[in-house]
Nanobody
Framework: VHLIESGGGSVQAGGSLRLSCQAS????????MAWFRQAPGKEREFVST????????KYADSVKGRFTTSRDNAKKTVSLLMNSLEIEDTAVYYC?????????????????WGQGTQVTVSS
């Protein structure tokens, strides 16, 4: 699976952005899809995940209620709608694919990664 993120950019605090991740290759519908992010000087951290069959979702506490992830298996895309953005949300955002069918929060669980897209939130 090859993953390409898009939709990053610069936005003022309180604004919104929508990230998209386009997958190529077969069997997208068999992968759990997650978003991770890495801020400057920090380790990469889990943001959200969506299961492949139930479309059930989980979020990091820091983004719960502000971010929403969704997927379209027919189009092989996964999205992350980010509302009420905060300066602390500034990071490179990565989408990732895992063959696991239960919620996975660690990077080691994910087999495929995109190249990342920069999100910058300013005051």
């Amino acid at each position: 699976v090859h993953l390409i993120e898009s939709g990053g950019g610069s936005v003022q605090a309180g604004g919104s952005l929508r990230l998209s991740c386009q997958a190529s290759g077969s069997a997208f519908s068999s992968y759990q899809m997650a978003w991770f992010r890495q801020a400057p000087g920090k380790e990469r951290e889990f943001v959200s995940t969506i299961l492949q069959n139930t479309y059930s979702t989980k979020y990091a506490d820091s983004v719960k209620g502000r971010f929403t992830t969704s997927r379209d298996n027919a189009k092989k895309t996964v999205s992350l709608l980010m509302n009420s953005l905060e300066i602390e949300d500034t990071a490179v955002y990565y989408c990732a694919a895992s063959g696991r069918s239960t919620y996975s929060y660690s990077q080691a669980s994910y087999d495929y990664w995109g190249q990342g897209t920069q999100v910058t939130v300013s005051s």
